[in-house]
């Protein structure tokens, strides 16, 4: 499976960025999808995730304010950001996984200002 993620970019405080991954090659394997970023200095940590069937789960400081959906149809998955803040500056990875396995796509930057 390969990733490939696009919609990154620069914004200012309050203002929304919609993030799209579309997996291509065994895709039909793939259970949970969904974004981790990082910010200089800090861990990456979990952003959004959504499973197979729907399920999802947000980081705490994202709840209300992301949105995550998914297109199994299409392997692809978005996240949907809004009211952004200068914390959510960070690069964000997608990923996907099976049984036993999971891979990332490369990162793609986010950049609020203040």
């Known amino acids: 499976v390969q990733l490939q993620a696009s919609g990154g970019g620069l914004v200012q405080t309050g203002g929304s960025l919609r993030l799209s991954c579309v997996a291509s090659?065994?895709?039909?394997?793939?259970?949970?999808m969904g974004w981790y970023r990082q910010a200089p200095g800090n861990q990456r940590e979990l952003a959004a995730g959504?499973?197979?069937?729907?399920?999802?789960r947000y980081a705490d400081s994202v709840k209300g304010r992301f949105t995550i959906s998914r297109d199994n149809g299409k392997n692809t998955v978005w996240l949907q950001m809004n009211n952004l803040k200068p914390e959510d500056t960070a690069v964000y990875y997608c990923?996907?996984?099976?049984?036993?396995?999971?891979?990332w796509g490369q990162g793609t930057q986010v950049t609020v200002s203040s």
């Open positions: 990923y996907a996984g099976g049984e036993g396995w999971n891979v």
């Open positions: 090659g065994s895709a039909g394997s793939i259970n949970g």
């Open positions: 959504i499973s197979r069937g729907g399920s999802t």
